[in-house]
């Protein structure tokens, strides 16, 4: 069993930054690997990032490539989303999720675990 637990979310204006953190308890964080996943009101959970058990390879959506960057630091446990050149339509609940094995996949239904979430807001 892993808990997943997310902060770092807040209200920021368009065009500002934040840093999403994931801490993870439980198992041997580096035989999962991860991903951020947002849902906006009215909208499906959509995926984000993702990283692999190691940290070295990560997969992005088209919509956050170059302003995001998703990293993992398996000494502490902790996955990270460093969000920057924020837009108001990156509002959503932002969550962290963990998929058994090395090797990440962009969709939902093959994550094991969840966090809560964090909202983030984007004002125009």
């Known amino acids: 069993q892993v808990q997943l637990v997310e902060s770092g979310g807040g209200l920021v204006q368009a065009g500002g930054s934040l840093r999403l953190s994931c801490a993870a308890s439980?198992?041997?964080?580096?035989?999962?690997?991860m991903g951020w996943f947002r849902q906006a009101p009215g909208k499906e959970r959509e995926f984000i990032a993702a990283v692999d058990g190691g940290g070295s390879s990560t997969y992005y959506v088209d919509s956050v490539k170059g302003r995001f960057t998703i990293s993992r630091d398996n000494a502490k446990n902790t996955m990270y989303l460093s969000m920057n050149s924020l837009k108001p339509e990156d509002t959503a609940i932002y969550y962290c999720a963990a998929k058994i094995g090395y090797l990440y996949y962009t969709r939902a239904n093959k994550y094991n675990y969840w966090g809560q979430g964090t909202q983030v807001t984007v004002s125009s």
């Open positions: 439980g198992r041997t964080f580096s035989n999962y690997a």
